[in-house]
Each structure stands twice: as C-alpha cells, then as structure tokens.
C-alpha cells in the first residue's frame, strides 16, 4: 500500500494489503534455498495429488499378473509389486490419500482449534477451566496411542481416519492459539477496544486474530506435516486403512515381507513419505524463520 | 583516553573526537538514535558481528583498543574498563547466586582462594551499602530490588578499580528516590578513585549534578562540548538550546509558557540529511549550512558544530522563540465546577493464590492491597495530575475508574452518578464519556488496521454516525493533533512514537469525553518529543474543555501540566494540593523527599537531594500505621508505626496532608532547610 | 501434581469411556450371533455390564488401581502380568535410547548453538532438520537395509532384523536385538534434542547477562560453560519429557518394525483383535508412564530453576 519507509522510533512491522502480502509471503519462502525447496516439493506433491488419476498410467488396483514383481522398466516406471500392480501409479495415486486426509484433518482441526482457542483465551473463567482440562487429558496421551486407541474402537474407515485427526490436533491447536491470545489481551488496544464498547465478535475477528495467524501458520505447517506422519504410520500398522488402499505406508507393510525379491515395492513408496515429509518440515521451517524475522538465525 | 570513529555500514557514529582525562567525568547526552549506545559498546569494544569501527580508533591511555585480540580484550575488560549497565536485572545471570557472581571477578582477577573472595564480596557489598550483605549474597537475582541489583552492579564494576567507568544510563529504570540514592553513591565512591569516567544520560538534570563536561549528541554526531553550567546558560548549538527549552522546568507552568519542541523528527540511521545534520529542524539554518559544519573551537574548550556558533554567543541571533503568551485561566479549586470525576472511599485489592500449605491450615487468602481509601474529585475542565512511584497503585486506580479493575470498597461517580466497576455493566454513553491513553506507543495502535480504520471506530461505535460521516470526522481529528490527512492510510508501523502517541491522543478524544485518562503517555518517548504532545495535550482540553487525570512518576511534567496535584504512595494518597501550592512549604515528607530528589538543571536552585532509607514496601505487606513511616526522613515516633494518620488541611491553600505532624511544625522545619539550601541532613 | 492426578483421572475415563461404550454392546459381538437374550444377559451380568455407566467406571478404575486387570478377551491369558512383562521390555528399550541419545543430543545442539551460522552449525541443523520428521517406520527399514542386509550381504556380522526375544534369554542375548530399535528411536530423538537445546542455547548467548560476564574479563570457556549453559539447558529438561512422551509412541511403530516384544506391539495385537480389556490396560500404562515422566521433568525443573525454587 504504501512504501515501507520505518522511522527509527518504532518497530512495528509493516502490513499492506492481504493477498499482496501472501505473495511476497512466498517469494521470501523461496529466496532461502532450504526453504524453498521444502515448498518446492511440498507443492509438487500438492499438485500431484490433486492431478493424480490423470496422470497414473494404470489404476490403482490393476492387476496384471503376468507383469508381476518386475523392476522398474520403461512400462512400468517404479516396477510392479507381488500382485502385479504398478507402483508408480499407486504412489501417485497414494499421494491422494495420504495428503488428502491429513490436509483436511489438519484443516478442520485448524479451524476447531482456532474457535476454541480464540474463546477460551479472551473469556477466560470456567469455560476456559473445563475445556482446558479436557484438552489436557486428550493430550496426555501420546498422539498415535490416541489414534490407535480410538481406530481401535470405532469403524475402520477413511472417515474414522479424518476424525481422529480432527481430535487429536484440536486440542494442540486450541493451546497455541490460546497462548497468543493471553500473550495479546492485555496490550493497549485490545483494552482500548474493549473501552471503546466494540463487541466481542468484533474484538476477536479484527483485532486479535491477525495478531494470532503467524504463530498459527507455523503450527499448522507443522500440524499438517505430522498428521502426514500419521497417516502413514497408522497405514504401516496396518490400522485405519483396508487393503486394497493405496495408502503409502501400507505399501510399505505389504511389499515388506517380499522386500528381498521385490525391493523397489517397498522402496518407492518410502521415499515418497520422507520426501514429502521432509518437504513439509523444511517449509514449516521457513515459515517459522520468516514470521519471527526478529529471531536469532 | 581519546575516541574518534565512525561505525559501520549504517553510519551510527559518525567523527566523533572526545577525550576523558583521569578523575573527569565526562557526560554524553543525547536522545535515541543519538549513537550513543552504539559508542558506549564501541568504547568497550563489544560491538560483536553486528558493528564495527571503520574509522579512527580508541585509546585507553596510549594502547589503541583497536589493536587489541580477542586475549589481550578480555585482559583489558578484567582490569581496566566497567560498565555499569542500564537494566540490572537482565544484567545479573538469574541461575547464579549473587554473591558468586561478584567473588568470581576476584577470584579470576585477583587470584584470590574462596574464602577471601567471599570476604572482599561482603565488604563491597556494605560499601554499596546493601542492607544484610550476607543475605544478597546468597540471594538470587530475582529475589532482590531493582535497586538493589544497581548497587551489586556498581560493586562488580568498582571492585577492579578500572582506569575507565562507563555507566550507560545507570538509574533509568529505577523509581525517583531510588535513583536519586544510587545516583549519590555513584558519585561517592567515583571519588575515592581516580578514575576518568563516562556518563551516558539523556537527563540533563543528573549531567548537570555529576559531570565536568558534557559532548551533547545529536544522530550520529557530536554536535557540542562544554562545562555543563555554560552549556545548561548559554548554549552554542541550536540543538542544545532546543533540548532546553523542551523540559519543563519547575516554576513553569502551561499557564504560561509553552514548551517548544524541535519540529521534525530525528532521522533514521544512515538517512541524516548531507550538510549540518541538524539543518532540516534548525530554526536558523543558512544557505552555508549544507555544508557539513566541522567541530568548531568555541573558546575556553568549548566546542561546536555549528556554523553560527558566534553568532549565538553573542546573541545576534535567536534560537529561542519566544512563546506565544497564552491567556491566563482562572483555576480554582472546586469553585462552582460541578465534579467530573469523584472516587470515594475506594479501596482495591488483589486476592494472591493461597499455597497448599494455608489452604489446608484454614488461613485465608492474603491480597495485595493496591489502592487504600483514596478519594478523588476532579472538577470539570481541569487536570489532576496523579504522581506516584512503582507500586503505587496509580495506574490500578486509572483502570478501575476505566471499568478495567473491579474494586473492593468504595464508589466511582461520574458526574455525581456513581457507575458501575465493571466494564460490562456500563452503557455507551457513559464509555463515551471516559477515554484512556495508555503508556506504551507499541502498543497502542491494531498494528493491522491503518489510522483511519482505528480512528473511525468511536465514530461509528460510541457515536453512532455512519461510516461516510466517520471518515469525514476521522480527517478533522487528525489535524486537531496536527498530522496531515495522508496518516489516514498509513500503519502504526510506518509512524514514530510521537506520531502513533498523537493518533492514540486524537482516538481518546475523538468521542468528546467528559475525562480523558493519560498514563504515563509521554515517558517512552524522546525528550524533544515529549513537548509536543504535552502542548497537544492543552491545546485540545482548552477546545474541548474534558477534565483530564494526568498519571506520571515525574514530578516536573506534572508541575507543569496539571491544575491540581495528588501524591500517592503505596495506594495510600498523601498529599492533595493545587499545582501553584505544592512546591512550596507544608509539604508531606514523601512529598518533600520526591521534590528534592529531582536532578535540577539549573544549578543555582540546586540542593542535596534528601535520601530515603531503605526501599519500597512490597505490596504484600504494607507497613502498619502510616505506611511511608519505615523510610520517613521526619518520623516523629511510634503514633508513626501505630495509627493511621489524619488529613490535615492548610487554610490558607487548601493544601490536604495526610502525616500526624501538625502543619506548623512541617512549615517552619521545610522553610527554613529550603532557605538554607541543605536538605534534611 | 493435584493437578497431574486430576489429569490422569480424566484420561482414565476417557479411555474408558472409548473402549466400553464406543464400540457397542461387547457381549453381543463376543459371543456368536445365534446366542439366546438370555446368554447374552449372563454375560452382561459377568462382565458387570448390566449396570449403570458411571457404576461400571468406578468399578473398572478400583480393579484397575488394586492390579485386577482381568483376563484377555483373545488369549484367556490374565491380563497384568502379560503387560508387565512387555513393560519391561518396553522400558529397556527406551532407556537404552535416552541414555545415550540424550546427552549426545544436547552436546551437538551446544556446538550448533555456539557455532551458530557456520559450517559445523549448517551441518548439525539441516541434518536434524530432514531426519526428525521422517516417520520411524522409515528410519527403522533404512536401518535394516543398511545394517541387517547390507552388512550380511557384505558378509560382515549384522544385526537382526527380528527382536522376537524368546522367554528364556538372558540379558546379553537381548543385547544385540536391542541395538536397531534403539538406534532408530535415538535417530528421531536426536534431532528434536538437539534442534531445540540450539535455540535454547541461541537465545541465551544473546543476553545481557552475557555481556557482564564478558566484562569480567572471564575467558570465554568460562563464561559458556559457568553462565550460558546454565541457563540454555534447563528448558531441555521440559524438552525431554516431551521426547519421552513422543517415545512411548514411537515405540509402537519401531516394536512392529522389529517385532520386538514390548508394550506398543501388544497393543496393535489388541486391536486387531479388538480386546478390549487388553487396550484399556496397555493404554492405561502407558498414560501412567507418560504422566509420571512429565511429574519427574517438573520436579526436576521446579528444583533447578531458581525462579521457582525460591518463591
């Protein structure tokens, strides 16, 4: 909006109009060679998910016997596992699953975190006592114990998957977010708000929010990196997934017992989940560099 | 010693000479953005990766520090050079005992075993005059005062009798007569020694009190050298006369003079205009001034950096302006004004978590007691000013006549309609009627929404008005704190503290309150600065004619700003008077005790500062009977301890003191210590 | 620490209230379909389902604390001393790892710290920056290529792939087959430790306190080790205790990669089967263990902070 001329009393940052700033967002993720090649592949893999069934050569359960445990070659790009499907094209049809569930589940959960922890930092008393504790007893138990413990108990589907996402990451969320909050409250324009008879929605929306997304931004790059993480343990184990799934770490389970005649089975879809966890990670990471330039780094 | 540089890549230093000589105090004034820090580490030679001398060099007597390795620096830091810092409390290493802390220096410097580290740490320690040394010692940081923390840094820094003292703004963040005490000491113990000393400072008061000559700087340059009383009487630079006339000096008051501030604003690093870098502010700048004015001789070894020095000294040319005379105002007080703002009886407390221990023994909740009894009339149109050190409840009291802070006992009134002490249970209209600015310029401002956006909203929530008519209101507002309509589109991140203070001033009075509430607005702002607003501040209460509650812990500011003055200490009021009154005799001994305590400029009122004993109360457990009695200079005995004392009124000015000594006796003793210009001792 | 049990309490019925009444009428799922209603009411009688839920909840908590868990719904096995016997497992395992990882971990993110920005630093920082979030699973397959396979095929004494430890082996037999679990969980474990003790030590160097020290005229190996150090370790203490938490949970994948016989393996053996009893105890000692860790690392931090020690 206006240039950035900072005068040497002060040392807000500058903010200019909303979709400006998130491009130059991005261009400064990707001046830093680490970072911007975690969001290079982060994206990379984004697109692929979203291009996947019209880019795979084979469907994702296509079985062709007669081409079964074959090494990659110029037909089938990452081989053929036991059964004789094409790997490559399970892998990227794999990605669908893994980035998509643990997307949405890092978005809802992003979305329910921020309302709860939006109201239970700025109104404070028993609501702010009660979900607090639940949220502690939630987070008491480690994460994939938590997920196992619910998949354990209710159906085995995609959807069950989303959900213990969702309720594994809410609560986390709600704590970071209530955290900024408490950290804002009392700074003189939230009270002068309040002094100033503005409503609750309006104080919240406009005033402590904007404060709030770039702590939030990091934690959901972070969130969605684990729930990535997630998705694919759970699918090593063997919990939350039925085969003929797709889902990479899955992949890794089954091509494991064949991993002697048939590495590449297992190979391929392992380096697609480090490679996009990785991905992820880096970009967080610059994420987090950039919303505290003031940071020693 | 001499300096002369120049710093890195942003020029924060830019050709500054000076020398200090063994057993001189030098003092080096100037605002932020003045370098001075930067020479500060300079001269210590601990700028680290973020600075570096580019030019000229530092001699601590004839060894050049620029020569020095890594080795030979940290030889120089043991014996040699000390700094006494500015915030003690992020000085001292907070996992570390205190005691250990100082008897590391002697047992690496010094050699010395345990045991007589120990020994020589518990001397110093009663040289600093650190009540139950033996106690700090083995006391943690946090566990100890502000001022206490100052005394154990002034000791580390003495103990290795270093040829150069450095003391970066020493007493800046400790309460007034705190400072006052430390300010002392400092100078007590400097003597004993033969050191040269540098005194950085922005206070004028305390440079004059303590230094032999003064280097005034002004963004990134040494634009003046003088001995401090011909600089403080006639100064040679435009800037100095500038910073003077700034302050407020005792005797001065709204009523008639205004203070003058420097137009303008200090330039960014490494943005100073080519030529004189004063030129942009200069009242008589000339053509000859785009040429960078070089370090003049200015006689009898003053210096100056400007082209016109001469005519100044002889007073050809002004750089005062006279200012405007300003229709007196009949104040008095409570004369047929109805009320604006009444506290009665009011009393606040803070409930402390009660320890496993109590809660199982039945004992109930100890509180905080933050603000005692006090009652407040402010009439209309007028301003109260409320001044008090840390602790003293003041900002607690601004807050609960905000809505902010519920209180324990007692009734808040507006215009004779006591409202309630929650924010929630109060209308529109009376929110209306109370605005507040607050302290801290970074603050104050939605750093997402621009000044127009936070300027609108009591438009449209308090007033009602439509957002067309709002932002036509918002353009108005801005120029009555004179800030052009361009401000509307910017963010608080593109202004400067004063600026952002004038746009958080324009939003308290946007909605015509009936009392504006400042507290401490100006105290994070630069000196030159501060004038500016204060000025602002009476020209919009002469407009709109609101009562104002002025918060400040600086007795001069108030002095000049406020019609009528109340005193509190550890949320008990001690004295109410009206501003023409409470500078002269009967005063309440704490009143006394924070007049004195004020480092004065001017050195022919100069006085011996009166000490107060000991430190502030902590919160928790105030002293029975009148609570200033365990530091009370005039403590007349046990009645002290005891009772509570009563208000006393003073015929003649309506003066109020809340002490048990009768009137009489507090005018004749004060008058006569004033008359012989000895303090108490 | 009130507040620790408080928070335990409520965990136990979470999981409580996730493995009885989350998956339906248990007694009609265990027993076949053909069963009459009154088999079915026999067996609600037994498993004390007939009663109210808050009934069954104190009724499962006291058996719980007095060490009656009951009998596994698939092995018929009694259930406590199953789980005890994986625990120890369990724990051997982790305290392997955090013994060593631990103070490997804070040495390398002290000499990332002090060395911020340069080589070594870049090195140390990207390194745990690409390993920590790779699943364990990962680390743990790369590990057996390398160490089990790769070293076999290379005709090198290797390590085993399998850690199914049979009943009767003795402390130096496990040895081996404790050498890859470890070293994948130490992996993950490092990288966290020491990515946060860099920023811990960071933050301090940049103090003022710092600068006093320095002023002393104090060499420089005095000033990191006596006054930075200090100060930048004792957030690694809270550090830890979430990097055992984070163990306990990784277990249970690097147990299935292993097939080491520890308490994450049995849990997945418990859902499989959905056994319910089993879940409850497996998980509930696992909470425990958590919480009791994150107890140890706020004692252990109350009583090395002064702030907190002395009011």
Same mark, same amino acid.
């Given at each position: 909006m206006n240039s950035i001329s900072k005068s040497s009393n002060n040392s807000l940052g500058v903010v200019p109009s909303w979709w400006r700033r998130l491009l130059q967002f991005f261009q400064q993720l990707f001046s830093r060679p680490v970072s911007g090649f975690g969001t290079a592949i982060t994206l990379v893999f984004l697109i692929v998910a979203l291009i996947s069934p019209l880019i795979a050569p084979y469907g994702a359960?296509?079985?062709?016997?007669?081409?079964?445990?074959?090494?990659?070659?110029?037909?089938h790009w990452f081989g053929t596992d036991n059964l004789g499907r094409d790997v490559y094209s399970r892998v990227l049809l794999g990605s669908r699953e893994v980035l998509v569930l643990a997307g949405f589940g890092t978005l809802f959960a992003v979305l329910f975190g921020t309302l709860f922890g939006l109201m239970t930092g700025y109104q404070g008393g028993w609501f702010d006592e009660i979900t607090m504790r639940i949220f502690d007893s939630l987070l008491a138990i480690p994460a994939l114990l938590l997920a196992l413990l619910l998949l354990g108990t209710i159906a085995n589907s995609?959807?069950?998957?989303?959900?213990? @996402?969702? #309720?594994?990451?809410?609560?986390? #969320?709600?704590?970071?977010?209530?955290?900024? #909050?408490?950290? #804002?409250?009392?700074?003189?324009? @939230?009270?002068?708000?309040?002094?100033?008879?503005?409503?609750?929605?309006?104080?919240?929306?406009?005033?402590?929010?904007?404060?709030?997304i770039p702590t939030l931004s990091v934690e959901s790059a972070l969130r969605f990196s684990y729930a990535i993480f997630l998705v694919a343990s759970l699918g090593f184990l063997g919990v939350g997934v039925q085969p003929p799934s797709p889902n990479w770490g899955l992949m890794v389970k089954e091509a494991r017992a064949y991993v002697t005649l048939i590495p590449w089975a297992l190979f391929f879809p392992a380096a697609a989940i480090s490679l996009v966890v990785i991905g992820v990670n880096l970009m967080a990471d610059g994420v987090k560099r950039l919303m505290s330039p003031d940071q020693i780094d | 010693m001499a300096y002369r540089q120049g710093n890195d890549w942003l020029q924060a230093v830019r050709d500054v000479s000076f020398h200090i000589n063994a057993g001189e105090t030098y003092g080096l004034v100037?605002?932020?953005?003045?370098?001075?820090?930067?020479?500060?580490?300079?001269?210590?030679?601990?700028?680290?990766?973020?600075?570096?001398?580019?030019?000229?060099?530092?001699?601590?007597?004839?060894?050049?520090?620029?020569?020095? &390795? &890594?080795?030979?620096?940290?030889?120089?830091?043991?014996? %040699?050079?000390? =700094?006494? /810092? %500015?915030? /003690?409390?992020?000085?001292?290493? /907070?996992?570390?005992?205190?005691?250990?802390?100082?008897?590391?220096?002697?047992r690496y410097q010094n050699k010395l075993s345990e045991p007589d580290a120990k020994l020589q740490t518990l001397e110093w320690f009663q040289k600093v005059r650190l009540p139950d040394p033996e106690r700090v010692a083995t006391s943690y940081p946090h566990q100890i005062s502000g001022g206490m923390q100052q005394r154990v840094l002034i000791a580390m820094a003495l103990s290795i009798s270093p040829s150069l003292l450095v003391l970066d703004e020493p007493t800046t963040n400790l309460d007034v007569t705190i400072q006052a005490v430390i300010l002392d000491l400092i100078d007590e113990l400097i003597s004993e020694q033969n050191m040269a000393v540098l005194y950085v400072t922005h206070n004028l008061g305390v440079i004059s009190r303590y230094c032999d000559r003064v280097g005034v700087m002004y963004a990134s340059e040494l634009v003046e050298e003088a001995h401090p009383k011909e600089l403080f009487s006639e100064p040679l630079h435009p800037y100095t006369q500038g910073l003077l006339d700034s302050i407020p000096q005792f005797g001065e008051t709204k009523d008639r003079i205004r203070l003058q501030p420097i137009l303008g604003q200090i330039p960014a690093i490494g943005q100073g205009p080519s030529g004189c870098i004063f030129r942009p502010r200069c009242p008589v700048a000339i053509e000859v001034c785009t040429n960078r004015p070089s370090l003049f001789p200015a006689g009898g070894n003053r210096l100056s950096r400007c082209h016109r020095w001469q005519e100044i000294a002889l007073d050809d040319i002004s750089v005062q302006q006279t200012p405007p005379s300003i229709e007196r105002q009949q104040k008095g007080m409570a004369e047929?004004?109805?009320?604006?703002?009444? =506290?009665?009886?009011?009393?606040?407390?803070? /409930?402390?978590?009660?320890? =496993?221990? &109590?809660?199982l023994r039945g004992k109930p909740r100890k509180g905080v007691q933050a603000v005692n009894k006090v009652d407040l009339v402010i009439p209309s149109g007028t301003t109260l000013g409320l001044v008090g050190e840390s602790g003293s409840g003041k900002t607690t009291i601004a807050r609960s006549i905000m809505g902010l802070q519920s209180i324990r006992a007692g009734v808040i009134k507006l215009h004779k309609v006591s409202i309630p002490d929650q924010l929630s249970r109060r209308d529109l209209e009376t929110l209306r009627q109370l605005q507040i600015v607050f302290q801290n310029p970074q603050e104050a401002l939605n750093p997402h929404l621009t000044v127009g956006e936070t300027l609108r909203r009591p438009f449209i929530r308090l007033l009602g008005l439509p957002r067309s008519e709002a932002d036509a209101k918002v353009i108005d507002l801005l120029e009555a704190v004179h800030l052009t309509a361009a401000y509307a589109n910017r963010y608080p991140g593109e202004l400067s503290g004063g600026e952002i203070q004038r746009v958080a001033l324009a939003r308290g009075i946007a909605s015509r309150p009936d009392l504006l509430i400042l507290d401490e607005p100006i105290s994070s702002l630069d000196v030159s600065v501060q004038a500016a607003i204060l000025n602002l501040v009476n020209e919009l209460q002469r407009d709109i004619q609101n009562s104002i509650l002025f918060i400040s812990h600086n007795l001069a500011v108030i002095g000049y700003l406020a019609d009528q003055i109340a005193v509190i200490y550890v949320g008990t009021l001690m004295e109410i008077a009206r501003q023409s009154d409470l500078f002269q005799p009967p005063h309440h001994p704490y009143t006394e005790a924070l007049i004195s305590a004020i480092p004065q400029i001017d050195p022919q009122t100069s006085h011996l500062p009166i000490h107060l004993d000991g430190e502030m109360p902590d919160p928790v457990n105030i002293p029975t009977g009148c609570p200033f009695h365990t530091r009370c200079p005039r403590f007349i005995g046990e009645i002290c301890a005891n009772t509570a004392p009563r208000w006393q009124i003073d015929p003649r000015t309506e003066k109020r003191i809340f002490c048990h000594i009768p009137l009489e006796d507090l005018l004749s003793s004060q008058a006569q210590s004033t008359s012989d210009g000895t303090g108490l001792e | 620490m009130a507040f620790l049990a408080l928070t335990v309490l409520l965990t136990s019925l979470l999981v409580f209230l996730v493995t009885q009444w989350l998956p339906g009428d248990v007694c009609r799922i265990v027993l076949s379909r053909e069963a009459g209603p009154a088999a079915i009411e026999n067996c609600r009688q037994e498993l004390g389902l007939d009663q109210s839920l808050p009934v069954q909840y104190i009724n499962w908590l006291r058996?719980?604390?007095?060490?009656?868990?009951?009998?596994?719904? $698939?092995? +018929?096995?009694?259930?406590?001393?199953?789980?005890?016997?994986?625990?120890?497992?369990?724990?051997?395992?982790?305290?392997?790892? *955090?013994?060593? $990882?631990?103070?490997?971990?804070?040495?390398?993110?002290?000499?990332?710290? *002090? +060395?911020?920005?340069?080589?070594?630093?870049?090195?140390?920082?990207?390194? $745990?920056?690409?390993?920590?979030?790779?699943?364990?699973?990962?680390?743990?397959?790369?590990?057996?290529?390398?160490? $089990?396979?790769?070293?076999?095929?290379?005709?090198?004494?290797?390590?085993?792939?399998?850690?199914?430890?049979?009943?009767?082996a003795t402390f130096f037999d496990t040895l081996p087959m404790l050498i890859l679990p470890a070293l994948t969980a130490m992996l993950v474990l490092l990288a966290y430790i020491a990515r946060l003790t860099r920023a811990g030590v960071l933050t301090e160097l940049h103090q003022p306190y710092v600068r006093t020290?320095?002023?002393?005229?104090?060499?420089?190996?005095i000033v990191v080790v006596n006054h930075v150090l200090r100060n930048a370790l004792l957030p690694t203490i809270t550090v830890i205790a979430i990097s055992i938490a984070w163990l306990i949970s990784g277990l249970v994948v690097i147990e299935n990669v292993f097939n080491y016989p520890g308490l994450g393996r049995m849990m997945i053996f418990a859902i499989d089967r959905r056994d319910m009893p089993l879940l409850q105890a497996v998980t509930m000692v696992t909470v425990l263990c958590v919480a009791?860790? +994150?107890?140890?690392?706020?004692?252990?931090?109350?009583?090395? +902070?002064?702030?907190?020690?002395?009011?």
């Open positions: 359960n296509e079985i062709i016997v007669a081409d079964a445990r074959q090494p990659p070659s110029n037909e995609k959807y069950s998957v989303l959900l213990v @996402i969702v #309720v594994i990451y809410t609560p986390i #969320v709600a704590r970071v977010v209530r955290s900024v #909050v408490l950290a #804002v409250k009392p700074q003189g324009f @939230i009270e002068t708000a309040r002094l100033g008879g503005e409503s609750r929605t309006r104080i919240l929306l406009r005033e402590i929010l904007p404060s709030v | 100037g605002e932020s953005g003045s370098g001075k820090t930067t020479l500060v580490l300079a001269v210590l030679r601990y700028l680290g990766s973020k600075g570096s001398i580019i030019s000229g060099d530092i001699y601590l007597g004839d060894q050049s520090m620029r020569a020095l &390795d &890594d080795q030979e620096l940290r030889q120089m830091w043991g014996k %040699q050079v000390a =700094l006494v /810092p %500015q915030n /003690p409390q992020s000085s001292l290493n /907070p996992s570390i005992r205190v005691g250990e802390q100082v008897a590391e220096i002697f047929g004004r109805s009320e604006t703002l009444e =506290l009665e009886n009011v009393s606040i407390s803070f /409930p402390l978590q009660r320890s =496993l221990n &109590d809660f | 058996d719980f604390i007095s060490g009656d868990w009951g009998t596994s719904y $698939s092995t +018929n096995l009694p259930i406590f001393p199953m789980v005890i016997d994986r625990l120890r497992n369990s724990l051997i395992l982790a305290l392997v790892t *955090l013994v060593i $990882s631990v103070p490997v971990a804070v040495i390398l993110g002290v000499i990332a710290g *002090l +060395n911020a920005n340069k080589p070594v630093d870049t090195v140390i920082s990207v390194g $745990s920056l690409a390993v920590v979030g790779l699943p364990e699973f990962v680390t743990g397959l790369v590990l057996i290529w390398l160490f $089990s396979f790769g070293l076999r095929d290379l005709g090198l004494p290797y390590l085993p792939a399998n850690s199914s430890i049979p009943p009767e020290a320095d002023l002393k005229g104090l060499p420089r190996r009791l860790a +994150n107890l140890g690392a706020d004692l252990l931090y109350s009583i090395l +902070n002064p702030k907190i020690r002395f009011h």
